[in-house]
């Protein structure tokens, strides 16, 4: 089955400054992999996602993800960081149940605290 | 795109009553899930909604808990049976397959029905 890992419960960074929030993956065959955004008392936002092509996928927001395959990551980041950008960042893939159809499986979350 | 409405938002409930939560998306879609979220943390798959059948529920999710209909390709309701605090929490509708992006498509989220059993 296929699995995702953010080994960062919470990430500070300061306002202007580059960001990362990592995910690794575990998967069998080629990743559909997916980054989503919460704010508090809402629902999943999607960011990004990776299918296929170039490794660098950019999104919404100024946000982007670069897919390693080597690494079995696909690492979120954004060159400068806003307070706005202070929420809770969900990694996901894509499995295959062996009906073949498909379910999402979330990372545990990585709480985004921006500083100002 | 696919925008998702759910209802209740909110509800504060008694224990051994069942709630019903309601998701209308706005356009057809191939693929609609539940989720459970307690505040803050991850996401829990409750099961895959299917269009005209039976929905697939996870392990440790049951239908006579979580009954799920699907009569449609833009609505889905699941209702919590017979609740216990314990099923306090967040329940997220989620749907993916708009249009033609079936295969890789991302899923798209309701606002969540926030569920407190007292």
């Known amino acids: 089955a296929q699995s995702v890992a953010q080994p960062e419960d919470q990430v500070n960074v300061a306002e202007g400054n580059p960001l990362t929030v990592k995910c690794t993956y575990s998967?069998?065959?080629?990743?559909?992999l997916f980054w989503y955004v919460q704010y508090p008392n809402r629902g999943l936002q999607f960011l990004l996602k990776?299918?296929?092509?170039?490794?660098l996928v950019k999104g919404s927001y100024g946000f982007e993800a670069e897919f390693n395959k080597s690494q079995t990551s696909f690492h979120l980041k954004k060159p400068s960081a806003l307070v706005s950008d202070s929420a809770l960042y969900f990694c996901a893939v894509r499995d295959v149940r062996a009906s073949g159809t498909y379910k999402y499986i979330f990372g545990t979350g990585t709480r985004l605290k921006v500083l100002a | 795109s696919a925008v998702i409405s759910q209802k209740p938002s909110r509800d504060i409930c008694q224990r051994g009553t069942s709630l019903t939560i309601q998701c209308q998306v706005d356009s057809q879609v191939t693929m609609m899930f539940w989720y459970r979220q307690q505040p803050g943390q991850s996401l829990t798959l409750i099961a895959t909604?299917?269009?005209?059948?039976?929905?697939?529920?996870e392990s440790g999710f049951v239908i006579d808990k979580f009954p799920i209909s699907r009569p449609n390709l833009t609505f889905s309701t699941l209702t919590v049976s017979n609740m216990s605090p314990e099923d306090s929490s967040i329940y997220l509708c989620?749907?993916?397959?708009?249009?033609?992006?079936?295969?890789?498509?991302?899923?798209?989220f309701g606002e969540g029905s926030r569920l407190t059993v007292l």
């Open positions: 909604a299917n269009q005209g059948s039976e929905a697939t529920y």
């Open positions: 990776y299918i296929t092509g170039d490794n």
């Open positions: 989620s749907a993916g397959g708009v249009g033609t992006s079936s295969n890789t498509g991302e899923l798209f």
């Open positions: 998967v069998s065959g080629n990743p559909y």
